[in-house]
């Protein structure tokens, strides 16, 4: 029976440390502590309980908590970021690295940009992507405005 209020002090604990950091994390080990809590009421083997514990608690969290995130996890916005480099895009305010300004339209949407190669591009000219820093895309002028 000792084991039985340990077990139900560790599941308030994981409980109560999930509650203040949201994290998702130690509420698989309270659904293992509570596993554990459950047997030590009928077979009082503190070894049996602690690998139950682990071993719930391990799959719970590998198996569980990924579907958890990608369902219930509302501040993660996507971004197809692979698919917008190599595109074109359209320069709505002047690029210049130094002053940390610039903005870019792609497919009718407003990204910060830097210029590739530390030059002024201004407004009104067609920009290749060439990748993402942070939040800016890194851009350069196409090759047709160069000539």
């Known amino acids: 029976m000792t084991n039985s209020i340990l077990w139900l002090l560790i599941l308030a604990i994981l409980i109560f440390i999930e509650i203040i950091t949201l994290g998702l994390t130690t509420i698989w080990f309270a659904g293992g502590a509570l596993i554990a809590f459950i047997i030590?009421?009928?077979y009082d083997n503190l070894l049996i309980e602690l690998i139950l514990f682990l071993v719930i608690s391990l799959l719970l969290l590998y198996f569980t908590r990924p579907?958890?995130?990608?369902?219930?996890?509302?501040?993660?916005v996507k971004i197809n970021h692979e698919g917008i480099v190599g595109?074109?895009?359209?320069?709505?305010?002047?690029?210049?690295?130094?002053?940390?300004?610039?903005?870019v339209v792609v497919d009718g949407t407003e990204w910060p940009a830097k210029a590739l190669n530390n030059?002024?591009?201004e407004k009104g000219h067609k920009v290749k992507i060439h990748g993402i820093s942070g939040n800016r895309l890194i851009v350069?002028?196409?090759?047709?405005?160069?000539?």
Do not use: C, H, Q, W
């Open 40 to 42: 030590s009421l009928f």
């Open 67 to 76: 579907l958890v995130l990608k369902y219930f996890n509302p501040k993660k």
């Open 87 to 103: 595109k074109t895009a359209m320069v709505a305010n002047t690029i210049d690295n130094v002053r940390g300004a610039g903005l």
């Open 119 to 121: 030059i002024i591009i």
């Open 140 to 147: 350069n002028i196409e090759k047709e405005e160069n000539k």
